[in-house]
């Protein structure tokens, strides 16, 4: 990739965000824009009112700035995924255990919207699944979105953004003879080098995505293990033709 920020991993983050530097800072929004849904999404499904769910999440990235609840984390030690949610967990059994006569000041750490995450969290709810597995399937979910995000922005750089726009819809599924010469039409292209088009993007897009999970595993091993999981956790859910693509 062209851009330096992404040879820095999911877990030099957290490293980053220890202290009260202005690396710091920026390194903690930087996680809590790409994770706090699935955060949310746990609190949620364990029970947790919306607006107590919100102000657990944005508690809990207040807590590990003014804590520096960072401090002793260690990437060799296990994934990001099952580090965020532990001191998560932890958090809310500490909250749970005082009186919440008083709110933390109006303190906000992670900036979204508590209607559309609600509306969020209703569109993304599954009958009957746990709070660990929703926040597994969000998870799988934010890795696929940032894969997708590592391809648009290096696209963009390169002034390919319009192809892969078009291009994108493609990435998971096949599509008809019809449909690539439709979408291909625009670009300058015909229906067999958009395929080819298409086939290259989803190699790129196995190879970003193989990227996002080694940042999140300590000192980038067990990928493919975790991507295993994360496709199994999917398929559960009946989002594997949506989700993470295997090798085709």
């Known amino acids: 990739m062209s851009d330096p920020q992404f040879r820095l991993t999911r877990w030099s983050l957290v490293l980053r965000a220890r202290g009260d530097g202005d690396e710091a800072h920026r390194a903690m929004g930087e996680l809590c824009e790409a994770y706090w849904f699935p ?51 932890r958090h809310v059994r500490d909250e749970q255990g005082k009186a919440r006569a008083e709110r933390r000041g109006g303190g906000r750490v992670v900036s979204f919207d508590a209607v559309e995450a609600e509306a969020w969290y ?29 391809l648009e922005q290096e696209a963009a750089g390169r002034g390919k953004g319009e192809a892969f726009g078009a291009l994108r819809p493609f990435l998971t599924r096949e599509g008809s003879a019809a449909e690539y010469e439709r979408c291909a039409t625009p670009l300058g292209m015909n229906g067999g080098s958009f395929k080819v088009a298409v086939h290259r993007l989803r190699a790129k897009f196995r190879d970003a995505l193989r990227a996002e999970v080694a940042e999140t595993q300590p000192d980038g091993e067990g990928v493919d293990a975790e991507i295993r999981h994360l496709m199994n956790v999917l398929g559960a859910s009946g989002l594997a033709d949506s989700g993470l693509p295997g090798d085709r």
């Open 39 to 89: 955060l949310y999404a746990w609190c949620r499904r364990s029970g947790l009112a919306a607006a107590e769910a919100e102000d657990l999440v944005q508690g809990f990235f207040l807590r590990v700035i003014e804590k520096d609840l960072f401090a002793a984390a260690d990437a060799s030690r296990g994934k990001l995924r099952t580090f965020l949610l532990t001191a998560l967990q």
């Open 122 to 150: 209703a569109g993304e709810s599954i009958d009957g699944e746990s709070a660990d597995q929703m926040f597994d399937r969000q998870w799988a979910l934010t890795v696929l979105d940032q894969a997708i995000g590592r």
